[in-house]
């Protein structure tokens, strides 16, 4: 035990060092709160992030269902694309229920619906679709992202899946080496098809937290 004598008898020196020690260890927290790894991703702690530009999820619907989420329709049932994915809605498909299971947004039981309301799709969206994507993102990145970056990865991983997400940042000189750039120029190599181009140029001013032009 250090007595108060021997305590006040430390040399400045010491003194100084154990300050510098203090605010290094301090600053290392406030980094570690800002870099995904070191959050342990659950719902409750993705249902607690800030929400993503309300502007960003309107335009993502009308991406995915132009008229379900201009109102144009009340009912959608499920379909298959130019592709020969099935999905429902905004974009929901099998890989995303599983997804979303894995990760405990939805219960083991669900399936892909069958048919939904407007309401129904609304409601899927904010709290399965973004949330499963968002915890799909802080799984994979490893490095600190602004909301607009996480955004447009985001809607990348909904629209490609988790496994190109990964391909996308992982990698010599790719994100999570610390290019933030990489994204830029690697996305479009995704989006070859001549109508996702648009959607690709869409999440790309989001991920660089640009305007974007709206879907007509």
């Known amino acids: 035990m250090i007595s108060q004598k021997n305590t006040q008898s430390l040399p400045k020196t010491s003194l100084i060092i154990l300050v510098i020690s203090l605010l290094v260890f301090a600053a290392q927290s406030v980094l570690a709160d800002s870099n995904p790894q070191t959050q342990k991703v659950t719902p409750e702690f993705i ?33 298959k694309d130019k592709f020969g994915n099935t999905d429902i809605a905004y974009g929901i498909t099998a890989d995303e229920v599983d997804d979303a299971k894995e990760r405990g947004f939805l219960p083991e039981n669900a399936e892909l619906p069958e048919k939904m309301t407007k309401s129904e799709a609304d409601e899927w969206h904010a709290n399965v679709t973004l949330l499963t994507y968002r ?3 802080r799984e994979i990145v490893t ?23 990964k391909k996308l940042v992982s990698g010599e000189n790719r994100l999570n ?35 974007f032009k709206p879907k007509t």
């Not at 490095?143 to 997400?165: H, R, S």
């Not at 610390?178 to 989001?206: H, W």
Request: charged share 25%; hydrophobic share 40%.
């Open 47 to 79: 249902k607690s992030l800030p929400p993503l530009p309300e502007t960003v999820i309107r335009e993502l619907k009308r991406f995915e269902n132009f008229k379900l989420a201009e109102g144009q329709v009340n009912l959608v049932y499920r379909s």
């Open 135 to 137: 915890a799909v993102v």
């Open 143 to 165: 490095v600190p992202l602004t909301l607009d970056q996480e955004a447009g990865l985001i809607l990348f991983a909904q629209n490609a899946g988790k496994t190109n997400l």
């Open 177 to 211: 080496d610390g290019n933030y750039d990489s994204v830029i120029s690697k996305m479009p190599l995704y989006y070859r098809d001549a109508d996702l181009k648009t959607r690709c140029e869409f999440q790309l001013a989001v991920y660089k937290g640009k305007p």
